[in-house]
């Protein structure tokens, strides 16, 4: 019988997981899963170590704090993988936990199998990454087709299974307007999603800002609702953040659901929006899988931002954009992330049909270049690890 160890470290990664461990399950029942992860994975079977939000960190300013509690974090994972003896180690995109996991495990057991689902994005910075990572790394499970030669040519196998996004249903037309009439958003009414991230700390930047945006939108078209989907961990700050905001937010609290049906009530929420305001991240992805348009921006803390923009080696931030080299999407980002900078293109893009149809456009030529059509990437990711086994 198969037993892995997966650990992911944020809610992106619960998903690809929660895929990859379907897709095991459907090519070998029977198989095993220990390890970390979040309600999804959670979901498929796996009794998470501890909880996935203690890893849920990002930049140097978020986990400076939290450091001895990552730490220990490490160390717990190591000691459980090599208490359960898995037959391969998975470990899911956070690459600042999860490859100091799968060095320490590694070296305590050079004959474990190591598998990474998500190539680190060295075509887009610190390159010297993909170096590092052959050390402890024998596969890597890419999300993009343009990753696998900068894997490889490290002496990683490396493996092209798209992205689950691509294998989303999009709910139909009738379950768009029960789900908005739902939420009492009448017809004649924009739905305007409003997503500041999936971590507490994008969050605390990320709110302000969009929250001036809501403020300005408001007043500029007072026939727009506002609705902000959440992870249970963060249900809490926002319900706080929201009580400040004009318009009377919509908070789609995911506590008490179980999590396939908070899931669901998502992606209806995604899909049944008219527009989304949304930090940058996978969330772009989900978006355009709904069809939903979208104005992308985000912003680090200051010393984060000093080395992402030393380093970064990109035009634009958005995955969309990246796979079909277009600005389709627009997107503000460090010193360009303003209420007042964002506000115009949110209304430009309430308001025009062609700006979105557009962006729609290459938004379906993105997800036919992930896997739309074919296999489920879940599927060619269980796959590429029973084949390494």
Not at 220 to 226: A, D, G, H, M, N
Request: charged share 20%.
């Amino acid at each position: 019988m198969t037993r892995l160890f997966l650990i992911a470290g944020e809610p992106s990664g619960d998903r690809l997981g929660a895929s990859l461990m379907a897709g095991l399950k459907s090519l070998e029942p029977g198989v095993e899963f220990t390890g970390v992860g979040g309600p999804l994975m959670q979901a498929e079977g796996l009794d998470s170590l501890f909880p996935m939000s203690d890893l849920s960190v990002m930049g140097l300013a978020e986990v400076l704090p939290k450091l001895p509690k990552l730490l220990a974090r490490i160390k717990q994972s190591v000691a459980a993988i090599g208490d359960s003896k898995p037959d391969a180690l998975i470990t899911i995109d956070s690459p600042d936990f999860c490859l100091r996991v799968a060095a320490k495990a590694k070296l305590a057991n050079p004959a474990l199998k190591t598998i990474h689902y998500v190539a680190p994005t060295v075509w887009a910075w610190r390159p010297e990454r993909a170096a590092k990572m052959a050390r402890h790394i024998d596969h890597v499970l890419a999300l993009f087709p343009f990753e696998p030669p900068f894997m490889q040519a490290e002496g990683m196998g490396c493996d092209f299974v798209g992205h689950p996004v691509a294998a989303e249903p999009v709910p139909d037309p009738a379950a768009q307007a029960d789900f908005r009439s739902s939420l009492g958003i009448t017809p004649n009414e924009e739905m305007l999603l409003i997503l500041p991230g999936s971590r507490m700390g994008e969050v605390n930047r990320m709110g302000p800002v969009f929250g001036g945006v809501v403020a300005r939108i408001a007043l500029e078209r007072p026939k727009t609702r506002f609705v902000i989907p959440t992870v249970g961990s963060l249900a809490d700050t926002l319900k706080t953040m929201l009580a400040d905001w004009p318009g009377k937010p919509i908070l789609l609290d995911p506590r008490n659901m179980a999590p396939a049906l908070a899931e669901a009530r998502k992606s209806l929420a995604f899909a049944a929006a008219d527009l989304a305001l949304a930090a940058s991240g996978t969330v772009s992805l989900e978006l355009a899988a709904m069809g939903t348009p979208m104005v992308i921006a985000y912003k680090f803390n200051w010393l984060t931002t000093r080395i992402v923009k030393k380093k970064v080696k990109l035009k634009t931030a958005t995955l969309v954009n990246i796979l079909t080299d277009t600005m389709a999407v627009p997107e503000f980002l460090f010193e360009e992330c303003t209420a007042d900078r964002i506000t115009p293109k949110v209304l430009a893009m309430l308001g025009d049909k062609s700006l979105r149809a557009t962006q729609q456009a290459a938004a379906d030529q993105a997800l036919v270049m992930l896997g739309r059509g074919g296999e489920a990437p879940g599927l060619r990711a269980a796959r590429s690890v029973l084949a390494i086994l």
